[in-house]
C-alpha cells in the first residue's frame, strides 16, 4: 500500500489478525516505488508493478520476503 514515493509491503494473518509492516518497497540506491498498481506474490517474493511516476518509467519491483 502506499502512494506518491512512500509505498510499503505488509502482511496480514487472519488467523491472529495481526498486521506486520516489511518495510518500504524501494532499492538500495534510495529510489522508491511512487505508486503500487498490481501485485503478485511467488514463494517468498513479492512482484509489484508500479504506475503513475510522473519523472521516470514505472518499475516492476522484486521484493523478496
Known amino acids: 500500500g502506499g502512494s506518491d514515493g512512500h509505498a510499503m509491503l505488509s502482511r496480514y494473518d487472519p ?3 495481526r498486521m506486520e509492516t516489511l518495510g518500504p518497497v ?11 498498481h ?3 506474490i ?4 513479492a ?3 508500479e504506475t503513475d511516476n510522473q519523472t521516470r518509467s514505472g518499475y516492476l519491483w522484486e521484493c523478496r520476503i
Open 15 to 17: 488467523g491472529t489478525g
Open 26 to 36: 524501494a532499492a538500495r540506491d534510495g529510489t522508491s516505488c511512487f505508486r503500487c
Open 42 to 45: 511467488i514463494g517468498r517474493t
Open 47 to 49: 512482484y509489484i508493478g
Open 38 to 40: 498490481e501485485m503478485v
